[in-house]
């Protein structure tokens, strides 16, 4: 059975900032980022569609320490975000600076940018990554 | 299925830098626990060997037929097994089948790792291939920043203040630190630490600190696996594994909403009590996978020792200490005692079979009256495995 939304096509619309995801035939669950089965009921009977990118904080981390070859991006704030549509992903998040990062961002409204991460020897090539930006900035 | 004991256990000092090689120190484990049973080479049927990161700290993939060679197991099946950090408790989950079934009586299962010959920064990002490649990665995640997200949103899911958890945190590591004292194998056997050196180290990923993460380590753990029957040969003290458990996680986002519950853990440690007929009332002592101070809050309560959002309470009444309800980490734990990633579940279970066997007066780490013991071991976003040992004497 053909994969419905291969990285590379997720990754090539991410990179227009648009977040594409799976909804479910069977359940009607979306699915982001893409999988193989629905993360609801584990069907295969999935669609590709576009997401709003529009969601909020659930949790944060501040990475001071950075793997080999990313020690120039630290710091960085990394956030999982509950999407309007259901569910959580992961991103970074570049409108505040990294060391003010607490716990009042948890709930905070975001909407999707997106940065790529070039890969490093270990990577199969450059990977877009969700990079939220707050959506209730005055 | 037959009943499978735990016959010989062995154990290498844990450390950074040490001097030998992962295959050296695999070797050293076996002969000490092959030595506890009188087994000469001859007499084992196969080999089941954790390990992660050969292929990066040594240039070394495919060891674990080189072990077997070396050890003079010569031609016997020798299987590697790399589930991240739950490596070795996966081995023994598969190597215990391979007995329960009847089709060997006897077999070596352990792990080796070498990690801190990586340095650091390699270290860093070879362990975060543990986290998924494409969505995970790509966004920076590291391994301290995976269980730093589990601390914000534990904090916000169950109203605890960060002051608050930070002060259970610290208390988390003093603990493993003293306890680790204790341990002569352990990677930080000279080294006790107070509550003001967590809350004051160096921050790693928001809110972890340096001593809320267990080090990078070298080391080897192995244990011999016997059936029932030849267990009685070889043993006046077998340890029985009567229960056993393994789930899988998803990437870390496709856990939610159920996180920061960890609904694998909870499976498999369901599976393991059930197989063995106990509760964790039962469990006597308990070696957790404390990878970070968060990850042991969020484990005591997985594994049924505390309601979700109180896990912290444990290490605040003392009832983790060795004379308390449950006592765990008493080796020390991954914190203090180390973590080469693919011994550490054998490093676990030999810790509970010689608590069991009451082995440990002498360090002065002896639990007592200890008849049933728990490992918890996970490993990367998605694997778990548990253990139940129980005396069988």
Redesign the interface.
């Known amino acids: 059975m053909e994969y419905k939304l291969p ?1 590379r096509q997720y ?1 090539k619309a991410l990179m227009k900032n648009q977040l594409l995801g799976l909804k479910c035939g069977n359940c009607g669950a979306i699915t982001c ?1 893409p ?1 193989m089965s629905c ?1 609801s009921c584990s069907s295969y009977d999935l669609e590709v569609t576009q997401l709003s990118g529009n969601g909020k904080i ?14 120039t ?1 630290a710091p ?1 704030i ?1 956030v ?1 975000v ?1 999407l309007d549509e259901g ?6 998040l570049y409108d505040m600076a990294p060391e003010r ?1 607490g ?1 009042d961002l ?1 709930g905070r409204p975001v909407t999707l940018g997106s940065r790529i ?1 070039p890969g ?1 020897r ?3 090539g450059p ?4 990079a939220f930006l707050f959506a209730d900035k005055a | 299925m037959r009943k499978v004991a735990v016959v010989g256990t062995g154990h290498t000092e844990f450390g950074s830098d040490l001097p030998k090689t992962e295959i050296e120190m695999f070797c050293e484990a076996a002969t000490e626990a092959m030595a506890e049973c009188d087994l000469g080479p001859q007499q084992v049927e196969a080999l089941f060997c954790g390990n992660v990161f050969g292929d990066f700290a040594e240039g070394q993939g495919m060891i674990q037929s080189f072990i077997a060679n070396e050890l003079g197991f010569h031609n016997v099946p020798a299987t590697r097994f790399e589930g991240a950090c739950a490596s070795a408790t996966v081995a023994i989950r598969d190597a215990f089948m391979w007995v329960a079934s009847g089709c060997y009586d006897i077999v070596v299962v352990g792990g080796t790792e070498k990690a801190t010959a990586m340095g ?3 270290a ?2 070879t362990f ?2 543990g986290a998924e ?10 391994f ?2 995976f269980f ?6 534990y ?2 899911t169950y109203n605890v203040s ?1 002051e608050k958890l930070r002060e259970q945190m610290s208390l988390i590591s003093v603990q493993s630190h003293y306890y680790g004292t204790k341990n002569p194998h352990a990677q930080f056997r000279h080294k006790e630490i107070t509550p003001e050196q967590v809350s004051g180290g ?7 600190r340096l001593l809320d993460c267990c080090p990078f380590s070298d080391g080897a753990a192995v244990l011999v696996l016997a059936s029932e029957e030849a267990a009685k040969k070889l043993t006046d003290k077998p340890v029985y594994i009567t229960g056993l458990g393994q789930a899988s996680s ?5 856990q ?2 159920y996180l920061p519950r960890i609904r694998a853990r909870e499976l498999s440690a369901m599976q393991a009590y059930k197989m063995a007929g106990v509760t964790p009332q039962d469990i006597d002592i308990c070696e957790l996978h404390d990878c970070f101070s968060i990850a042991s809050i969020i484990a005591a309560e997985n594994l049924g020792f505390a309601q979700a959002g109180e896990g912290g309470r444990l290490w605040e009444n003392g009832d983790t200490k060795i004379d308390g309800k449950i006592p765990i980490n008493i080796s020390g734990g991954l914190k203090a005692k180390g973590h080469p990633i693919g011994a550490t579940g054998a490093s676990q279970a030999c810790e509970i079979v010689r608590q069991l066997r009451g082995d440990l007066a002498d360090s002065g780490r002896q639990v007592a009256g200890a008849k049933t013991g728990l490992v918890d071991t996970l490993g990367g976003d998605g694997i778990i495995a548990n253990l139940v040992l129980q005396a069988g004497w």
């Open positions: 990285f990754h980022p999988q993360r659930t949790t944060y981390t501040t990475i001071f320490v950075a793997p080999e070859g990313r020690e991006e960085y990394i999982m509950e569910p959580w992903i992961m991103g970074n990062a716990m948890i991460f490093d270990y990577s199969d990977m877009a990554r969700p | 650091t920064p390699l860093t990002r975060a291939m490649a494409k969505y995970e990665f790509a966004p920076g995640l590291t301290p920043g730093a997200l589990l601390a914000h949103l904090a916000s960060l160096f921050m790693v990923a928001s809110p972890l998803p990437r870390l986002s496709a939610a909403p």
